[in-house]
C-alpha cells in the first residue's frame, strides 16, 4: 500500500504524458519552451486569475513572491508555525522577520485573533514594519481570507497566500489563485497537483507586479540576458514539468473529486475514535492531507505500521521551536495550539486512486489501532 499512488496515476495518462514529453525532447526548448506558457495561461484559468508566473518550485515561488513586493531587511512577516519550514524560509531568506502566528483548533490555519494580536505588538514595539501576511492553506483547504485581508489591508499590509497545499480548492465559491494579493503554490510531485519533479507557480491579477516578477525569474534581466535591472534569481520551471503539468491538469477535476470522497468516507467511519479533519463552511478541500487528531500517537501509529497501513506526521515540530527560527518574535501568549497539534496529528493515505476495497482496510485498522 502506497502513502500516495503515483503510478496509478501515471498508468492512467501514460501515454498523453510520454506524447508532451516526447514532443519537447523533438523540439529541445528545455528551458522556457512553448509548454511553460502554454501551462502558464491553463493554470491562470484554472484558478480564475489574469496571471501565472510558473517558476522551479514552491519554495522559489514564494521567494519571487516577498523580493516581487520589496520585502526585505525591517520587514515583519505574519506566518504561521504550523506549516512546512519553507514558510517561514522564506522570509528569512529575503532577509525579513517571520513573526510566528497561532492557528484555529478546528481548520488548522491562521488565526485572525492571534495575527491581529502579533500586529499590535509589533506595531508598540516599533522597531519592525509591517510588511505582509502570509496565510498557509494548510492540508488542502483555503485560509479564511476575506477575514485575513480585511485586517491585512487596515494596517497597510499585503497578503501573500502560501497555497503549495490547496491550488483547485475554493473560499465562498471561488478558486484558490486570486484570494489573495499574490499567491504562490507548489507543484512537487506528492501535491494535489504535482510535477514530475519540482515546480512552482506564482498567481497575480497586477499586470506590473506580473513584469517585475518575470524579471526577478531570471536574474532580475531587463531588455536582454544581460541587462540586469534588479537583483534575481534563477527560478524558472523547466519545459518538461510544464509539459506534465498540461496533461495532469486534464484529469485534475476529477482527481479533486476522488479525494473529496476519500475524505467524506474516511469522516464518516472515524469520527467516533478520532477527531477528523473539519473544513470550513466557506471552503472546499483538495486534501493534501487527511489528518487525525489522537490523545495516543505514537501507539497507534506503531499499531497501524504493524498492519503495513503507512502514516505520516505533518508536523512534528512547529517552526518556532526549531533551531534556526527560535530567535524571532512570536504572538503574544504563545502558540499553544500549534504545539498541541504538533504532538497529536498524522495523517493516513490520501491520493485519488484509492479504492473502496483499500479504504476499508484502512478504516479498519485505524479503528483497531485507536481502540
Known amino acids: 500500500m502506497n502513502f500516495i499512488d503515483l503510478k496509478a496515476q501515471y498508468a492512467l495518462i501514460k501515454d498523453a504524458v510520454n506524447d508532451r514529453m516526447q514532443a519537447v525532447l523533438n523540439h529541445g526548448a528545455y528551458i522556457m519552451g512553448p509548454e511553460v506558457l502554454e501551462a502558464e495561461k491553463q493554470l491562470a484559468a484554472f484558478g480564475q486569475v489574469k496571471h501565472c508566473l510558473s517558476c522551479a518550485n514552491g519554495t522559489d515561488a514564494l521567494i519571487l513572491a516577498l523580493m516581487a513586493k520589496g520585502i526585505g531587511p525591517g520587514d515583519a512577516v505574519f506566518v504561521p508555525s ?173 482527481e479533486i473529486k476522488a479525494r473529496q470522497e476519500v475524505a467524506r468516507r474516511y469522516n464518516e467511519a472515524l469520527a467516533d475514535v478520532a477527531v477528523v479533519p473539519v473544513v470550513g463552511k466557506d471552503a472546499t478541500s483538495v486534501w493534501a492531507q487527511y489528518t487525525l487528531q489522537v490523545e495516543q500517537r505514537e501507539e497507534g501509529v506503531k499499531r497501524l505500521a504493524a498492519d503495513k497501513i503507512p502514516t505520516a506526521i505533518y508536523y512534528p515540530k512547529p517552526t518556532h521551536t526549531q533551531p534556526p527560527y527560535l530567535k524571532y518574535p512570536v504572538t503574544p501568549g504563545g502558540l499553544p495550539v500549534s504545539e498541541h497539534l504538533a504532538k497529536r496529528v498524522f495523517s493516513l493515505p490520501m491520493h485519488p486512486y484509492l479504492d473502496q476495497a483499500t479504504q476499508d482496510q484502512i478504516i479498519s485498522a485505524v479503528r483497531k489501532a485507536l481502540a
Open 82 to 254: 504550523f506549516t512546512f519550514v519553507a514558510s517561514g524560509e522564506s522570509v528569512v531568506l529575503v532577509g525579513a522577520t517571520p513573526v510566528f502566528i497561532d492557528v484555529t483548533p478546528d481548520t488548522y490555519n491562521m488565526d485572525p485573533a492571534s495575527l491581529e494580536a502579533a500586529i499590535e505588538m509589533v506595531r508598540q514595539e516599533g522597531k519592525l514594519r509591517l510588511g505582509c501576511v502570509m496565510p498557509v492553506d494548510l492540508f488542502g483547504q483555503p485560509a479564511d481570507y476575506d477575514v485575513i485581508n480585511a485586517v491585512a489591508k487596515k494596517h497597510g499590509m499585503f497578503v501573500l497566500g502560501d497555497a503549495a497545499q490547496s491550488y483547485g480548492a475554493t473560499y465562498k465559491g471561488r478558486p484558490v489563485g486570486g484570494l489573495a494579493d499574490i499567491t504562490a503554490t507548489s507543484f512537487f510531485p506528492a501535491k494535489p497537483l504535482g510535477c514530475y519533479g519540482d515546480g512552482g507557480a506564482v498567481f497575480t491579477n497586477d499586470d506590473a507586479l506580473l513584469d517585475v516578477l518575470k524579471s526577478i525569474r531570471v536574474h532580475g534581466q531587463g531588455s536582454d540576458k544581460y541587462d540586469n535591472v534588479r537583483i534575481g534569481i534563477n527560478g524558472r520551471m523547466d519545459t518538461l514539468q510544464a509539459a506534465v503539468l498540461l496533461e495532469k491538469l486534464v484529469i485534475f477535476p476529477q
